[in-house]
């Protein structure tokens, strides 16, 4: 095989030499593959094989894991010479996050550079070394991409040879996009304060608007999803109203009859004997749906707000039943739990919320995807489960709420509460690959859908990597919204 440059030089020759009615047959069948395996064939530096991996994953083409073995030695492990590289550590680090269920040296990857990692960041220069704790944290590939822009454009104004150019343009981006987050938090709070839950709600729901807006930034961060990020805020706040609803108040009574009104989508006349609070909360779920109908109706897409309903409605259902195993202290099957918690943990409504917003790029089509179940969300809806129930435990146990999923898993297998975790912690990181697997074989459905499902993924972790943090939003998601909305960028 020549080399990068003679298949750079023969493809422009070969291009120069057709007429612009060739031109779409010469990139139609443009050798890619070849183009790509030689240019990676070339190179030997662990950086650039790590970020060549990193970036080709990352856009959905499925570069091959085998490039990695040009670093094992003759023993079959990773060479020890690879750590005094801590950039290429780092780079290979966050390359083994994106690996499939069969991507096993990126496992062997994954170990080797974890291991070295802690003992990289304390010989390395204090911004390195942050850089790599924030990965050691959360890998950039499952952190949301906001706030791996703002850690990385402090790390990189401390790189020596940065440019300066580049640098600025960064930081005005940021806080362009910081002054627009403002502004629809601004929008957001003033709508929630008019619909004054305070008064009109028991105080059991969870007062978090401003967590929701940034959580909903994890969906979609640039500027021209603005209105998208406004809707999928006051979506998720009717999510969270349901939740905590059934969750943490409704009697069983009240519960069936909310979920009665909403499988009818209109009042009826148990709704009607039911207490203020509950027909506060039926009216406030119509209306912000009302809302979504009036705001993408001009776009000839009835079919959008209809089919967020059904998905809201399974909600709803999923709710209930949950409500009901909670009220009798009933532990299911881990099986059967797993069945009605993987729609109640509301991944499945999320994504459908999250398409309203985005125009012509999420159409009919991407509705049907989300309805047929696919194993890509799947994977995440059952991952967002057991986040919540690993993170939320003691909260549930401390309030008598026993049909979580680390007691199901005890009571069937017979094991420990150590022991649960620690199988729904492998469960969590096989559900990964999937996820990253399916990123790269799924080809009827377009790239930036698929990118709302890792964005779920991304939105959990970031939600449940330091405890739950919706319910207790103190501590890191809390350093993380200063960050972002009051300590505006310097330029």
């Not at 985005?358 to 696919?374: C, F, Q, T, V």
């Not at 026993?402 to 559900?431: D, F, P, S, W």
């Amino acid at each position: 095989m020549g080399s990068q440059t003679d298949l750079d030089h023969e493809s422009g020759r070969k291009f120069k030499m057709l007429q612009p009615s060739q031109w779409t047959d010469y990139f139609l069948y443009f050798p890619i593959d070849e183009f790509i395996d030689d240019m990676v064939e070339s190179e030997h530096d662990l950086y650039a094989i790590s970020i060549f991996f990193w970036v080709f994953r990352t856009y959905g083409y499925n570069m091959s894991a085998d490039a990695f073995k040009r670093f094992k030695g003759d023993d079959g492990k990773f060479m020890d010479s690879l750590t005094k590289d801590a950039k290429g550590m780092l780079s290979l680090y966050e390359a083994a996050h994106l690996r499939t269920t069969r991507d096993y040296i990126m496992d062997e990857a994954l170990r080797f550079a974890t291991k070295h990692m802690e003992s990289l960041a304390g010989r390395s220069s204090p911004h390195l070394s942050r850089l790599i704790q924030n990965a050691l944290g959360l890998s950039q590939h499952w952190n949301m991409e906001i706030l791996v822009a703002m850690e990385y454009i402090s790390f990189y104004e401390q790189e020596e040879d940065h440019d300066e150019t580049v640098l600025k343009f960064s930081k005005l981006n940021f806080k362009l996009l910081q002054l627009i987050y403002l502004k629809e938090l601004k929008m957001v709070t003033k709508w929630y304060k008019e619909l004054d839950f305070a008064s009109k709600l028991p105080p059991y729901f969870r007062d978090r608007v401003v967590e929701l807006h940034f959580f909903v930034i994890s969906m979609y961060f640039e500027p021209h999803f603005s209105s998208a990020r406004i809707m999928l805020t006051k979506f998720v706040t009717a999510e969270t109203i349901i939740d905590d609803t059934f969750d943490r108040y409704a009697s069983m009574s009240e519960a069936e009859s909310l979920a009665k009104s909403l499988e009818r989508w209109a009042p009826d006349k148990d709704m009607d004997k039911q207490p203020n609070y509950l027909k506060f909360v039926f009216k406030f779920i119509l209306d912000v749906f009302k809302d979504f109908e009036r705001e993408v109706g001009s776009e000839g897409r009835s079919y959008i707000v209809k089919s967020t309903v059904q998905e809201f409605k399974i909600l709803v259902k999923a709710n209930l039943d949950l409500a009901k195993w909670a009220q009798i202290a009933h532990v299911p099957s881990f099986e059967d739990y797993m069945v009605v918690g993987e729609l109640e943990v509301s991944w499945y409504a999320s994504m459908a919320g999250t398409f309203m917003g985005m125009g012509h790029i999420a159409m009919k089509g991407a509705y049907e995807w989300l309805k047929s179940r696919p194993k890509l969300i799947q994977a995440i809806s059952i991952n967002g489960r057991l986040m919540n129930d690993m993170t939320g435990f003691e909260d549930d146990m401390s309030r008598g709420y026993v049909t979580n999923g680390i007691n199901c898993y005890m009571k069937q297998y017979g094991v420990t509460k150590a022991e649960a975790y620690k199988e729904l912690h492998k469960m969590r990181v096989h559900n990964d690959k999937i996820v990253n697997g399916e990123l790269l074989t799924t080809k009827d459905v377009p790239r930036r859908i698929l990118k709302q499902a890792i964005n779920c993924a991304r939105m959990a972790n970031v939600a449940y990597g330091y405890g739950e943090g919706l319910t207790h939003p103190e501590g890191k998601i809390k350093d993380y919204i200063v960050s972002l909305y009051l300590d505006l960028i310097r330029l």
